[in-house]
């Protein structure tokens, strides 16, 4: 489910499990907090580079496993449908994106620190579509990066936004032509690789201040609103009609 290699100091991870586009099961998330606590600890890795297999980066948390959950079993697990622990690491990580990156797959992409797209990338929030919302920080870290009215937009629609979009309101860093994606991602990695660890480490740590006040109180409180929404009929129907290829009904509650 997650691919581990390394070239020189940086850790590669590739979120691998194609034939549901990469979609963010418990399995794979799990495999994920592993590979980044392994990559955190090993004092040979200086930089991660983050990507999906396939042909895209991860279309959100699994719709076939969320679907049964209860409002009690989310709370239980503190259950966010993505990784939380990508948003704490402490070593850069760059995101190589291609494909999409939708729900849960955006929020791994917001939690980076230097994101490259490939030309044919595609970002949004579709949650609310299938009658939820963002569990991992989307409505957080989201207007952080690119302001309230593009959040919005894209929070409360649904819509998926190309790579140039996603470039112009800053939730991109650097958008390169698909075939070049991964020579492009690595070479920032490579560079990164090449400076001082400590440093690295003061400036992420300065930068990430100036997007910290209230984010712990913002994520503790999404992540609330996140589960009420396991209690309503309409994030069942949303999902159920997702998987059943269908538009939903929704009935407000
Ligand atoms: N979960 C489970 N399976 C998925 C998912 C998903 N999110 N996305 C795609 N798949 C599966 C499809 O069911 C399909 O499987 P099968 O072949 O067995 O039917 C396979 O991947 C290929 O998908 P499609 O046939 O749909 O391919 P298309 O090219 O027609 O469409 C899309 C690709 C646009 C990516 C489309 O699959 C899609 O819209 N996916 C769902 C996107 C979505 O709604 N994501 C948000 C999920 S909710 C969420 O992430 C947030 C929950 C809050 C928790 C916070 C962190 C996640």
Not at 39 to 56: M, N, P, S
Not at 176 to 185: F, K, T, Y
Not at 199 to 211: E, G, H, T
């Given at each position: 489910m997650i691919r581990v290699e390394r070239d020189g100091a940086v850790a590669v991870l590739t979120l691998d499990r194609p034939a549901a586009r990469n979609a963010l099961s418990v399995e794979l998330t799990t495999a994920l907090e592993l590979a980044l606590d392994d990559?955190?600890?090993?004092?040979?890795?200086?930089?991660?580079?983050?990507?999906?297999?396939?042909?895209?980066f991860a279309a959100g948390a699994d719709l076939k496993e969320m679907l049964p959950l209860t409002e009690e079993q989310v709370r239980a697990m503190d259950f966010s449908g993505c990784c939380p622990r990508l948003g704490r690491m402490a070593k850069p990580v760059v995101a190589a994106v291609e494909g999409y990156a939708l729900g849960g797959g955006c929020e791994l992409v917001e939690m980076c620190d230097?994101?490259?797209?490939?030309?044919?990338?595609?970002?949004?929030?579709?949650?609310?579509?299938?009658?939820?919302?963002?569990?991992a920080g989307g409505?957080?870290?989201?207007?952080?990066?690119?302001?309230?009215?593009?959040?919005?937009?894209?929070?409360?629609?649904?819509?998926?936004?190309?790579?140039?979009?996603?470039?112009?309101?800053?939730?991109?860093?650097?958008?390169?032509?698909?075939?070049?994606?991964?020579?492009?991602?690595?070479?920032v990695a490579r560079r990164l690789a090449e400076l001082s660890p400590a440093?690295?480490?003061?400036?992420?740590?300065?930068?990430?201040?100036?997007?910290e006040p209230g984010l712990k109180e913002g994520l503790a409180f999404e992540r609330r609103q996140f589960h009420r929404t396991f209690a309503t009929h309409d994030r069942r129907e949303g999902m159920a009609a997702f998987l059943e290829r269908r538009p939903a009904r929704f009935m407000g509650a």
């Open positions: 990559a955190e600890v090993d004092d040979e890795v200086r930089v991660v580079l983050l990507r999906g297999a396939g042909g895209d230097i994101v490259i797209a490939a030309d044919t990338a595609w970002f949004g929030h579709p949650e609310i579509t299938v009658g939820t919302m963002p569990g409505s957080q870290r989201l207007p952080r990066a690119v302001g309230k009215h593009k959040a919005m937009d894209l929070l409360l629609t649904g819509r998926r936004m190309d790579a140039a979009e996603a470039e112009r309101c800053g939730l991109v860093s650097r958008v390169v032509p698909a075939g070049r994606l991964m020579d492009e991602a690595l070479g440093i690295l480490a003061m400036v992420k740590q300065s930068v990430s201040r100036a997007f």
